[in-house]
């Protein structure tokens, strides 16, 4: 059977013609392969298919960063343009296109004069013949490119109509730069959408397709942008798509190009592109056109940046390189601003990093999370007085801790409320010491400070800064002060759709107020933000005016740190509308010079950030039911009781002759003082300097001496009536 199929194919081929029709057949194949194979589908023309990009905006939708591949995209339909802008393509482009079926006959001509004469590829360039050349096919000025055009031109002038054509063509053109769509142009070359373009506008956008290097107004020769607009107009003119009046009109019409400024808000829009990203993935993100409404402030942002920058470049000579801040809603975690840096550009300081997200540490700025703890646990109270005097901590295995204020001297007896304000070293690493360094780090998590993880790698030296924690979490912490015991994570998006309005993901803001975690009674964040907005308090260390004090703000609760080694420098600050927190310091973790501290460092900058926020936080702007001044609300656990000024305790005699200076102070219930001042105990005595002895001193120097005392929480005895610097302890840690 095989035998006859052979013998059969044996004599067709015999016959010359039939082997003429092999061959012309095989060549015909083989053309076509060579020509078609690989051929793009006319339907990857359709929005459905090209890369959109996507865009990201703030609460108040304006546009902060746009996030595309190679190619910028918006689009949008016809309809919703200016008739002359579609009247300005098609005059300068191709006047007769809605009457050829994708090529014009005079075009053709002169293509196949220049192919001839001039041995120069040059396409007839309809607008169907431009849409498949950008978007289908390569630029190669070949034959077989020719032919492929052709044929991909036949394809889509009869799957499409003209409008949807010429609908594709305004979407998808090059206009120069990343700028690929009329929607993407306007917004490049004008800084407005397409469907607010003029006359004038219209026609130089009409104009770029053409050569958008060469008449780009933002490029080397941008008086050929003007040129090239008159020749639009003036076809117009002739193919009476407008009258020669509007067109002399639109022709001396002054032109506000859009200045090119460095992108907006970089950290953040970068940051909240990494989000997206590990939600959606890559491809949707950088051409799924999504539309992303955020939390920032534009306009707080661009205040917040340059407050950043102009106080980082007032800090030169003390070696400050950088500074970063972030502004949240306490009540919902809306990030408002996001500086990461003084400059996202700057090399000097590796500007692109993002400190609010670095580690660094906190200095003094986490002593309120300590004493926050004592209070909840009632080790403690505000009233509490703390012996701020010479100290080593002996801990087993390691040396001697003994710690120093930051202003080098010690303050005597110091009740918490004042050893908080005035930032007082000493009687926090004695909290710490009550507390526990497992509890505190234990607690720091809870708080939000997710970079405070094992405690076998800290000492008593955390409530001084010894651990490192993030701006941002520092954020969520100090939120949970601000919002009376609620632990609000952080918010940047608010929605997220696709640019045909699919909606992926929305919240509201206002219905997650306070729907977090409790990490505190609110008597405790009340103690925790009075102290801290307590101007007396404060005032031994920071004086009577500072940066702490915001102008027509008095409630505002803040908290400064500054490393031992000046490598951090920090201010956070809040009340229940608003919180900010400002850095100061190195990339590098170089020191800064000696003259930075709490108040010359971060604090100008939060000054200024935080009057910004509280002056559109108290007229509404954030919330119609924030109007005016939030003070930290005062809860019913919470009770006024009259103390002594030095120890804390309580008065011995009746209002009129107490017994001691007093002062009034608020109290959680159960965390009253139960004694009384006075307590006295027989202490021995330096005869010549009235110093308390220590146990080396010669017994013939000394004398017992029944003296009025205070012993604080960790059992040091403090005399009332001697030399503060006669009073020091040792105390082994853990406590026994």
Sequence with gaps: MARKFFEKIKSFLKKEKNRKKIIFFTVLVSVSLWLFWGLPLPTKLSSDSIPVSTKLFDRNGKLIYEIYTKQRRTPINLKDLPQYVVDATISIEDKEFYKHSGFSPSGIVRSVFNIVFKRKLQGGSTITQQLVKNSLLTQERTVKRKIREFALTLVVETIYNKNQILEMYLNQIPYGSTAYGIESASELYFNKAARDLTLAEAALLAGLPQSPTKYSPFGAHPEYAKERQATVLKSMVDNKKTTKEDAD????????????????????????????????????????????????????????????????????????????????????????????????????????????????????????????????????????????????FKVAGQEDYCPVNYDRTFHGLVQARFALGNSYNMPAVRILALNGIDNLVYFANQMGLTTLIDPKNYGLSLTLGGGEVRPYDM????????????????????????????????????????????????????LISHALLDNNARMQAFGESSYLNVKNHPEVSVKTGTTNDRRDNWTIGFTPQALVVAWVGNNDNTPMGGAVSGVSGASPIWNKIMKAVLDKSEKGVYDKNEEGHSWPGQPDSIIGKTICAVDGLLPTGDPGNPGCPTRFEYFMQGSIPEKATGQRMDLTIINSTQQQASSDTPPDQVSTQNRPVYVDPLGTIYCMDCPIASTSAVIRYPLQ
């Design 475 to 526: 954020a969520v912490a100090f939120g949970v002060f601000a919002n009376s015991g609620i632990k609000e994570p952080l918010l940047a998006i608010t929605k997220v759709t696709d640019w045909k309005g699919k909606v992926y993901e929305e919240t509201k803001p206002t219905d997650i107020e306070l729907t977090g975690e409790r990490v505190l009674p609110p008597d405790v964040t009340f």
């Design 249 to 392: 009109k639109a022709s001396k019409e002054e032109l506000h190009f859009a200045q090119i400024t460095p992108p907006k808000a970089p950290h953040f829009a970068l940051w909240v592109k990494e989000q997206l990203t590990e939600k959606y993935g890559e491809k949707l993100v950088e051409q799924g056109g999504l539309r992303v409404n955020t939390t920032l402030d534009l306009d707080l942002q661009d205040l917040a940046q340059a407050t950043v920058a102009t106080e980082v470049g007032k800090l030169k000579k003390q070696k400050v390189g950088n500074g970063a801040a972030i502004v949240t809603r306490p009540k919902t975690g809306e990030i408002l601003a996001m500086v990461g840096s003084y400059d996202y550009f700057a090399k000097d300081e590796d500007g692109n990093v993002n400190v609010t997200l670095a580690n660094r540490q906190p200095g003094s700025s986490i002593k309120p999370i300590n004493y926050a703890l004592a209070l909840r646990d009632k080790k403690i109270n505000l009233a509490t007085a703390l012996a701020d005097v010479p100290t080593c």
